[in-house]
């Protein structure tokens, strides 16, 4: 059974900074696509951004520049590092790991983020 442990949201301020992390309990880690998705109240989860088996990388369009997605193979973990946060990035963050050879996908239990002066 997979499991994703998301960690490290909390409070701050505009312009501020914050490294999410998700630490899997899978077997190959490495062949995963990882995500970060988010949801506001009131909003449809979206894709922030995506890190593939072979570290290729996408990203929402309004957070380019400002975050950066990685995974370190050797931890079985993925990070989300965002920097010069503003209040429209106010969500719950989620993990999300999919598994190419069955189609799995599986999802953290969220992280809130609060950016707010």
């Known amino acids: 059974q997979v499991q994703l442990v998301e960690s490290g949201g909390g409070l701050v301020q505009p312009g501020g900074s914050l490294r999410l992390s998700c630490a899997a309990s899978?077997?190959?880690?490495?062949?995963?696509?990882l995500g970060w998705y988010r949801q506001a109240p009131g909003g449809q989860r979206e894709l922030v951004a995506s890190?593939?088996?072979?570290?290729?990388?996408s990203y929402l369009d309004s957070v380019k520049g400002r975050f950066a997605i990685s995974r370190d193979n050797s931890k079985n973990t993925a990070y989300l590092q965002m920097n010069s946060l503003k209040p429209e990035d106010t969500a719950v963050y989620y993990c999300?790991?999919?598994?190419?050879?069955?189609?799995?996908?599986?999802w953290g239990q969220g992280t809130q983020v609060t950016v707010s002066s």
């Open positions: 890190i593939t088996s072979v570290g290729s990388t």
């Open positions: 999300n790991a999919k598994d190419p050879r069955i189609g799995g996908n599986y």
């Open positions: 899978v077997r190959i880690f490495s062949i995963y696509t």
